[in-house]
Each structure stands twice: as C-alpha cells, then as structure tokens.
C-alpha cells in the first residue's frame, strides 16, 4: 500500500477532512453570528494541524482530555461531530458540551473523555495533573492531554501543573499552542526570552519538544514521542508547537490593530490546511481535484448540519436550576439532627475531626488526604491529621506542595475521576491563591457540564480569630464564600457536630467548603461526647443550643458560647439556633423560632460588612417580617483587620459584652 510519511491515502484524508471539517464551522459559524444567530465565536484556524496531530496520538477510550477554547479540531480528531459543535454554537438542549450553558467552543463530552472546560485560562493545567495522579495510582495505560495558548504559561498554575507532574512523573502531556499573540499582547511582552520551551528547562522527568505547528508530520512525531513516554511511565512532556493564528482572537476582537498587513500575510502563508494538501499533491499520493470534492462535500454537509442544528430544541427556562448539585446524597441514612453517642468521655473538637477521617478513609479506600504539613509525624499544624499517615500509609496521607492553586486544583482532576481528596488548607487566611478553582471550577464543574461531570472534594479550612494570629491567621472567610453557588458551606460549633458533619462531607457527591474554627480545637466548651461511627448530619439543619420565649439568637461557629454566656448573664430566656451549615441554611428553624420570640439577634464573627448576617437579616425581613417586634440586630466583627495585641484584638473581634448590650437594647425596644 502507497503510504506518505508512514501514512496511507486513507488516513491522509481522514485527517485532511477534519481539518478542513473545523475550518469550515469556523467560517460557518462566523456567518451564522453575522445573521444574529449566536453570540459569539472563538476559532481554531490556523491550529488545525497541530491539533489533529494531538488527537491522534489520544485514545478517548481510555485517555482523559482537558482542551482550550481554540481546541476544535482536536475535538473533531477525537470525535465530536459538527453537527455537536453546532448545537453547543448555537446554545441548544442537546449540546453535549453544556445544554447551552456555556459559550461556544468550551469543551466537554463525557462519551471521548473531554471534561468539561470553562473560561479561565490556566486551571486546566492542575485538574489534568490531578487526572494523571489517577492514572498512576490505578495503575492505567491512560494519559492526559491539556492544552493552551501561550499566553497562558504566564499563570503560576502553569508552572506548579509542570513542577509536581515533574515530580511524580505524571503521565500528562501540555501541549502549547504559540500563535504569537495573546489576544492583542504579542510574545516578546509576555514571555521571558520570548520561548516557551526555554523556561520549561529545569523541571526534572519532563520530555520537552519545539515543533513547527504547521507542519502536521512533524508535529504528529513530536506526539507519538511524548505519548509513548507517558504511557511508559517515564513522566510528563511539554510540546511546544509554533502556530499561525489566522482569524482574530475571537469574534469580538479585531486583529487589525495590533498587527501588520505584512504579519498577516506571512500567517496566511503558513496555513497548515495548504501546507498539508499541497505536500500531499506534490507527493503524488492525493490528486488536487480529490481535495476539491472532499472540500465540496464537506461545505455541503457543514450547510446542512447547520440547518439541522437551527431547527433543535432550546434549553427549557425551567431548566435554569437543574444540576447545580447532585440529586443523590451519596450517604444511606442521615439523621435530621440526632447525634448516636459511643461510650467514651468527652472528645475535643480537634479529635473528634480526626476520628471522622480515619473512620471515613477505613471506609472509602479511594478516599485521600493531602496538604501542607498534614503527613508523618507533625500531622498538620494543628495535629488534626495525626497519625493517620501511619495507619494509612504515604500514598493516601500525603504532604502537597506549599500552594494552595495546586491542592484544590489538582483535587479537582482526581475527583472527576472516582477519588474522594479530602484536601486541607492550612490557614483560612492563605486560600486565596487557590481561588480561582473554586469559584470558577470546583464550584461550577456539575452544573456547566449539565450534570456529566462531578468533583465531590472536601476542602477543610481552619478560620477564625481569637488566637493572637494578627492579621493573617485570624480571618473569617465565610461572608466570602456563601456569595459561591455550587459547593457547601459548613461550620460547626462543637465537636459532636463536627465528626458527623464531616462524615457526611466525606460522602456525599458534591463539592464542600468545611470551615473548623481553630479556636474551638481544643477547649472544653465545645468537647462533646462523640457520636459513633454511623452517624452522619443532614446538611441545611440548625439545631436549639437553648430554648426560650424572650429572644431568638442566630450564630454560628466560635460566637455560639459567646451567645450561650451573655444569655446567661443577661438572665434572658433566649432560643440560641446554631445554624451549622450556611449552605444550604436552615430557615424552618429560623421561622419556628421568631414565631415565638418575636425578636432576633445575629451573632457571627466575620465582618458585619458583607458578613453572612445580613443575608440571614434580608431573608428574615423578606420572609418573617410580620413576626417581629423589634428591628433585627446585627453583632459581628468590626471591619478592620485583626490586630495582634490583645488589647486591639478586643476591640475587633466579637466579645460577649457585645452580645450582652445587643440583648439589652431588643428587650427594651
């Protein structure tokens, strides 16, 4: 058989075809957008060759994908059909990638692998790592591929994705697309000694290429070398391939003011689509007027998708909701609000929380933890992880790097594929490195995917003040978070609810925030009997801490024994409702309450700015307005950053006298 650099005339324009297929929507798309029929259009022309070189080096079957927005034809090489594009192009029901809930050309399909994409550039990179930490321990041939522009590899995930697939050897391949330019910022102002490749030196066990782009079957051997790599457990590789962009960033940008003519044309020059038909013609292995009816039948097919597409079915507006979270709990029982005690003495808080995981990772033998410090004998720096490395062993007790970007980011890629990562944060106050993950990927990855992807990861966090931490270990992050849709909040006040909350964490099948007050580890108030192992607490369930008839106080974390002691104090008969989780809130037990009480008080430690408080505060005027005989009072903390005298401290942070004069003023309103 007559072959072409290893290739037959068979696969020669297979691969001919689906470049030219991801052209075409291209052009089709951008026509359909000047009709008013989308909204916008980010194209892969110009990348077609490099992509379709990648996509056939992956087997969707077994390997996992994590494609940018300008991947189309990689997609295509895997086997997603126009007539998918079309629909995800024109946001309809059965867009595979999303139902319509994201722009256009942001990947998913669950069927080739592809895990659903967002907008952000850059966080792929650790979620394929964590992927790839999947594949290694379940000892697989898999790999992962992930990609991006690159402007790209200026973001510190970048570089923490090739430091620690570096350092395990991960089987993943980041493959860069250099078109020069990001968006408007060409590479010279981007990029230190303008190559990518260069600043990848130094990173132990990683394969690295710099291939023409352009040229399909260079760029195909540059794959083929760094797959085999992979799937031989020899590590991860960086393919650089240098890449024209030939269309503007996207449809809302105009290339013509900030490049040349002359650029221009140099790009159209290199059009791999040409440069592959015209090596083929010139190697006498497909004739010109071949090319001509595969382009004619494609248009053809492209035109009529297309008017298939148009005439599908839109997203239902009552769809709006659907798969924010899963519809399983993941957990077979849960009591409302009940704690089982065992026989034993009082547990701290500290212990308690360390009980649930031994007990949870005894459980769950795909559960894992890591962070910083929390391996060995240290077991954290509040000994919460204490030996539970030893019991368990290194691959499933782990010390992360120091970045907290790369510990939920990568939770995240082992979560979408069947692990549980348990993941701690050291301090409250240093998690907004990893933010991004979470606000855009961990917390959204369910429902812009439309319920085929999930990432059910347990972010414990230790918060709060009252510690001498000063002013970077002592915040309160949860008025921050509660503005999050898509992940649980929890924050328990003692240790009894803290063992059964996380136990619930640690099984259900949604992402959850879990808040541990480093205040309470370890006093005496907030030990309770611990409750036995069968015990899980429903999220969205307050409990009485007291009941009574003169005023209902709200609360929550640290600040619900500051409420118990000035009720004491006041000698007020007061319902006190520890709120526990603050997504989902409890407000039946909010309502049952002011029914009653007729008076309410918030109490809550984080910022009165902006703090949890006031939405409970709106909810309550919105809902329970006609039950009240006084204004709702707020008591948080001062917004001002904690300081670390004790004296300044007493005056920022919430103190019981506060609680105290707050009583005082509603009974007398």
Excluded at 62 to 80: E, F, K, T, V
Excluded at 237 to 261: A, C, E, G, N, Q
Excluded at 350 to 357: E, F, P, Q, R
Excluded at 498 to 511: E, F, S
Aim: aromatic residues 10%; charged residues 25%.
């Amino acid at each position: 058989m007559l072959k072409y650099k290893g290739f037959s005339k068979k696969e020669l324009i297979d691969i001919y075809s689906k470049m030219f297929i991801s052209r075409t929507l291209d052009n089709k798309q951008l026509i359909l957008l000047k009709q008013g029929k989308g909204f916008f259009h980010i194209g892969a022309t110009g990348h077609e060759a490099a992509e379709l070189a990648a996509a056939k080096n992956i087997n969707p079957n077994i390997d996992y994908s994590y494609p940018y927005y300008r991947d189309q034809a990689y997609c295509i090489g895997l086997g997603m059909t126009s007539k998918e594009i079309l629909l995800s192009f024109l946001a309809k029901n059965d867009d595979p990638n999303s139902g319509g809930r994201q722009m256009p050309q942001h990947f998913g399909s669950k069927t080739l692998n592809i895990v659903s994409q967002s907008s952000p550039t850059g966080t792929q990179y650790l979620q394929a790592v964590g992927a790839a930490f999947t594949v290694k321990r379940d000892k697989l041939k898999s790999l992962v591929y992930v990609s991006s522009g690159e402007g790209t590899t200026s973001q510190g995930d970048f570089h923490e994705a090739l430091n620690w697939a570096s350092r395990e050897k991960a089987p993943v391949i980041f493959h860069i697309q250099n078109n020069h330019y990001a968006i408007s910022v060409p590479i010279e102002d981007q990029i230190s000694g303008k190559s990518v490749y260069n600043i990848t030196a130094g990173y132990d066990s990683l394969g690295r290429y710099d291939v023409d782009g352009c040229n399909f079957f260079e760029t195909y051997q540059a794959f083929k070398l760094a797959s085999e790599r992979a799937r031989k457990g020899k590590g991860p590789s960086v393919i650089v391939s240098d890449v024209v962009r030939l269309l503007p960033h996207s449809s809302s940008d105009d290339h013509l003011k900030y490049k040349t003519k002359k650029e221009i044309d140099d790009d159209i020059k290199r059009d791999p689509i040409l440069l592959f038909k015209n090596s083929c013609i010139k190697a006498k292995i497909i004739k010109e007027s071949d090319f001509e009816k595969i382009d004619a039948k494609i248009i053809n097919q492209i035109n009529s998708d297309a008017e298939w597409a148009e005439k599908e079915e839109s997203p239902k507006a009552s769809s709006y909701k659907d798969n924010l979270f899963s519809k399983i709990t993941g957990v077979e029982e849960i009591t409302s609000s009940q704690i089982q005690e065992i026989e034993s003495s009082k547990v701290v808080m500290v212990d308690a929380i360390n009980h649930a995981l031994s007990e949870e990772l005894d459980y769950n033998k795909k559960m894992i933890l890591y962070g910083q410090d929390i391996a060995g004998g240290k077991g954290g720096v509040f000994t919460v992880t204490r030996g539970l490395t030893k019991k368990f062993g290194k691959s499933r007790v782990f010390n992360s790097p120091l970045a907290e970007s790369s510990i939920i980011g990568t939770a995240i890629g082992m979560a979408t594929f069947g692990y549980k990562p348990v993941v701690e944060i050291q301090f409250g106050d240093y998690i907004w490195t990893g933010m991004m993950q979470l606000r855009n990927e961990l917390s959204t990855l369910r429902y812009r995917s439309n319920g085929d992807w999930h990432c059910p990861v347990v972010v414990r966090v230790p918060v709060g003040g009252y510690i001498h931490g000063s002013l970077c270990h002592s915040q309160s992050i949860d008025g921050y978070f509660a503005h999050m849709p898509g992940i649980y909040i929890v924050y328990p006040s003692n240790a009894a609810d803290a063992k059964a909350l996380l136990k619930t964490a640690c099984r259900i099948n949604d992402p959850v925030l879990f808040l541990e007050h480093k205040g309470l580890y370890r006093q005496n108030y907030s030990a309770s009997m611990e409750p036995d192992e069968n015990t899980f607490l429903e999220f969205g369930k307050g409990k009485y801490v007291s009941r009574g008839n003169d005023l209902t106080i709200i609360t929550w974390g640290a600040t619900v024994q500051k409420s118990i002691e000035a009720v004491k104090k006041m000698e007020v008969s007061a319902d006190i409702i520890d709120i526990r989780t603050l997504f989902p809130l409890d407000l039946d037990i909010i309502k049952e309450s002011i029914e009653n009480t007729n008076k309410t008080i918030i109490v809550h430690e984080d910022n009165l700015t902006n703090g949890f408080g006031g939405e409970i505060s709106s909810l309550i005027s919105e809902n329970f307005f006609e039950y009240l005989d006084a204004p709702v009072l707020r008591i948080a903390s001062k917004d001002i950053p904690v300081a670390y005298s004790s004296i300044l401290e007493d005056e920022i942070l919430v103190q019981t006298s506060w609680i105290e004069e707050a009583i005082n003023k509603i009974m007398n309103y």
